[in-house]
């Protein structure tokens, strides 16, 4: 459980007591965090495609595949006989 979800969600009663989280603001807090989670995932691949068009950038990005590597090559299917 990340410490920003602890200090935001869990409250302290006066006398210092825990007070758990009830489940509509345990259920608001990950459907927020998965939603904007998938955006920013989203929206950094549509950037990184955005950037693949400049020369630098298309060939770091071709640099640091695995498969500018010998030993790991694309995959070649078998020749059939």
């Not at 998965?34 to 990005?61: D, E, M, Q, S």
Request: proline residues 6%.
């Amino acid at each position: 459980m990340p410490i920003i979800y602890f200090c935001q969600v869990h409250q302290y009663d006066p006398f210092g007591h825990l007070q758990k989280p009830g489940l509509w603001t345990e259920l608001s807090y990950y459907f927020l965090v998965y939603v904007v989670g998938t955006v920013i995932i989203f929206g950094a691949y549509k950037l990184l495609h955005l950037c693949l068009r400049f020369t630098v950038v298309n060939k770091l990005v071709a640099l640091t595949l695995l498969t500018s590597f010998k030993f790991w090559r694309r995959y070649r299917a078998p020749k059939n006989p």
